[in-house]
């Protein structure tokens, strides 16, 4: 895919800031999600559906101010690919959230996709890792898998779960720089919620028979108002992901990805009571001070091939 004719200095600070403000969206939306499902015993593939499809609606205000031009594209393809990759992500990680899995182990299992990232983007987007995002990443990584702790007794079948889903992220980060390259982060964002709903559709009919009346039923009371609070995080998460992904490259954010663990280690501790060991602490120091390294080390940096921030 060809590079934006217009290109300029990056803005790798605030690449990392929309990184940081989108996880600490998906820390509560994970919450929500693991909250309304163990409560409510709402379903997985349910709720991703109604989650971004009303993602959707949130969304239509900045739709009509962009007219059909938000439409517009060069690259339908990639924003398939890019969506099936994503869609296949969220029933992964929605599923081990129903499954009560916690949701430091969740997050933490999904960070192997940093590792998939960096490669992916070297072969395909011919991104320079360098040893400081070599070496940052790595550091973040330990600190995830410390979190984890894969020896320990809540370590189940269903953390297996999240691996899938950092696989399938993987895939999506990449296809996201590359059309954030290249296209409006409003398009790019658009375009992803739109294809989400019409997949994840088709998960919920399949979870249920294809019985559409008990399928596409809307939930009510305090489910439909979580419902929508999620739907409203999700648009804003994605396009705060899509800007940055517009302006830093994506081995040089998956760095700043990694704050998600400790973020979500925080929520699930104070909401669900989850008492990690000690790791948790050495981890999360870990990921928090390789991010705050990498960032000293590459903020200011002219890097190539960024595009002009939107």
Known sequence: MNQSPNQTRSFPVLGAAYMVSAGVIFAAINVLTQWVTGTYHFSSQALAFWQYGLSLVFFLPTLLKLGAGAFRTAHPVAHVVRVVFATLGVQFFVGALAA????????AIDMTSPFIVIVAARLILGERIGPHRALATTVGFVGGMLILAPWSDSFSVYSLLPLGAAAMWAGSSVMTKQLAAVERPESVTIYLLALLTPINAAFLLTSTGFDVGSAFALPGG????????????TAAAQYLLTLAYARADASYLQTFDNVRLPLNTLAGWLVFAYAPDGYL???????V???LYLLRTEAGKRIDNEPVPA
């Open 100 to 107: 009560g899995v916690p949701i430091a182990q969740v997050v």
């Open 222 to 233: 305090t489910v439909l108002w979580v419902v929508l609070a999620l739907a409203a995080l």
């Open 281 to 287: 602490w050495i981890g999360a120091l870990m990921i």
């Open 289 to 291: 001070g390789a991010s």
